[in-house]
């Protein structure tokens, strides 16, 4: 299978600030990624690089073979539209309505009247008054009717309500079972998009941290939750990425999988073990100083 | 070179902006206009007297008006329109590039719509009242080609200029168009240091077609450096 996206070491500093630290990733042509990292971990770096808005320090990073800065053939096969995108002054809903198809050669009208209906942008105030959900709303009629090769979704979700939510979600998977292209979404509402993802990446302080198919990202780590001593216990020499205490009740989670001896460990000290969810993944790699918590230095579990 | 044409486009998606602002400004300046010549009137001022004429073609108040908000103009087609042309997948190339084209056809739709609305107050001998609103001295007095050259250059000129303090702003932020304006005005007085011993004879050796090249230099110039100022821009 071929990479829509291949990025090869690169780093981005913003004067003292390195916002990406030699990161290297690859994304196959026609799947669905989740990028997953707190505020500032560098998701939308990474994205605004692929568009060619921005170029690494160092490093190489392409789409579909070449470098996206200043290629024309290659911006006419990204929508990249960012969770702070400005518009021109007196913009209204007609003006991306009508200019966007002229840079978007797949643009679908269809999928736009479904989506400006169905999300309810308001057609006559102008872009600059809109709430936030609603800027979230243009922004996602830009980023699927676009049916853009590569499509970077920068935090889709935010402000929208529910109802809307499950209206992307639908049209994503419907579009993109029609019309197949590679998606990198970014957001914080893992659990609710979970299931559009077939590959993840978990990025931290501009580090690549988990690079993956979902399915293989269950098998990265897994916690263990039950009295506090027993947690200790069992977590000792093993890396614990995330630590929960309430009262004398603990949860570590803690990278690897757990062998079937430490499972059974676990059941005769009273606590139990599980696969960590991509959420709880997520924030156990995105939490402060994870070294701080490491119960003894030793080998990986 | 469809790029450069797309990003033409976008700017004229601005409809209202690039043609009904123009006229509408053009029209209500020129209603003012009249309304100060009406005041003059009854104080005592006789339409078509030397005086008068005189008076209403020393008015430049049209061309005040309307570079005001070029000037805006220039400023938003950079500032404001250069984040949604990157996202649209517009290469920095083709933004600066397609943003002179557009430049060059406000500034010939403005000078056009000068040239008739010119046409039409001579026609009608001034509105039929001596009311003298574009055929003004600053615009060339009527005289069709210069009036032409004079609006397409300065429309040209103030929105090249506006972009290019943009573009300043959005490679460095507030500090660029302040770079921009310190650099201008360092430039302005080396150069009246320099000529100042020689005014009188400038001054004598002065000819109209100095201007129109001033005009040209501080397009290309300021083309150029909104596109030295762009290339390296991000967007954030």
Redo the contacts between chains.
């Keep these: 299978m071929t990479n829509a996206v291949d990025i090869r070491s690169i780093s981005r500093s913003f004067g003292r600030t390195r916002a990406l630290e030699d990161i290297t990733l690859s994304v196959p042509d026609g799947s669905i990624c989740g990028l997953f990292g707190r505020n500032g971990a560098g998701k939308t770096t990474i994205m605004s690089i692929l568009a060619g808005q921005d170029r690494p320090t160092s490093g190489n990073a392409k789409v579909f073979g070449e470098h996206p800065f200043e290629n024309s053939s290659t911006l006419s096969k990204i929508s990249f539209v960012r969770d702070n995108q400005r518009y021109p002054d007196d913009y209204r809903l007609h003006h991306v309505l009508r200019i966007a198809p002229r840079f978007a050669p797949n643009w679908s009208v269809d999928v736009a009247a479904e989506l400006v209906d169905g999300l309810r942008i308001p057609a006559k105030i102008p872009i600059k008054k809109f709430s936030r959900g609603q800027l979230s709303s243009i922004a996602i009629v830009m980023g699927l009717a676009s049916r853009a090769p590569l499509t970077l979704l920068d935090e889709p979700y935010l402000g929208l309500d529910i109802t809307a939510r499950a209206l992307f979600h639908d049209l994503l998977l419907r579009d993109y079972s029609a019309h197949p292209r590679t998606v990198i979404l970014s957001t914080h509402l893992i659990e609710e998009s979970e299931a559009l993802f077939d590959r993840v990446i978990i990025i931290d302080r501009g580090r690549v941290r988990v690079d993956c198919e979902r399915d293989e990202a269950s098998n990265l780590a897994f916690t263990i939750s039950g009295p506090a001593d027993a947690v200790d216990k069992l977590s000792t020499n093993r890396r614990v990425l995330l630590t929960h205490a309430a009262g004398g009740l603990r949860s570590a989670t803690i990278t690897g999988e757990a062998s079937d001896e430490l499972v059974l460990q676990a059941r005769t000290l009273g606590a139990t073990i599980s696969s960590a969810s991509l959420p709880e993944l997520v924030a156990a790699y995105g939490a402060d100083a994870p070294e701080s918590t490491l119960i003894k230095k030793g080998a990986r579990a | 070179m469809s ?1 450069v044409v ?1 990003t033409v ?2 700017h004229l ?2 409809r ?2 690039t043609f009904i602002v123009p006229l509408t400004i053009a029209g209500t300046v020129a209603l003012i206009s009249v309304l100060i010549a009406l005041i003059f009137w009854r104080s005592g001022s006789q339409p078509g007297s030397e005086g008068w004429i005189y008076g209403s073609q020393s008015n430049p108040g049209i061309v005040y008006a309307l570079l005001g908000f070029l000037g805006y103009l220039g400023v ?1 087609t950079v500032a ?2 250069f ?2 042309a ?9 933004f600066v590039a397609g943003t002179l084209i557009w430049d060059a056809m406000m500034a010939a739709y403005i000078a056009v719509i000068f040239a008739i609305l010119t046409a039409i107050e001579i026609a009608t001998n001034h509105w039929f009242v001596g009311f003298y609103i574009f055929d003004i001295y600053v615009l060339g007095g009527a005289d069709m080609p210069r009036l032409l050259l004079i609006v397409f250059l300065g429309v040209l000129t103030t929105l090249t200029i506006g972009g290019v303090f943009a573009a300043g702003w959005v490679r460095f932020g507030a500090l660029g168009p302040q770079l921009i304006a310190v650099g201008v005005v360092l430039a302005l007085a080396i150069a009246a240091i320099t000529l100042v011993p020689q005014a009188a004879a400038i001054a004598t050796a002065f000819q109209l077609w100095w201007l129109a090249a001033a005009s040209v230099t501080v397009i290309i110039l300021a083309a150029i450096g909104t596109w030295l100022l762009l290339r390296p821009a ?3």
Aim: proline share 4%.
């Design positions: 790029a797309s486009r976008l998606n601005r209202a902006a938003s404001t329109t984040p949604f990157l996202t649209l997948g517009a290469t920095r190339r083709a991000i967007v954030r």
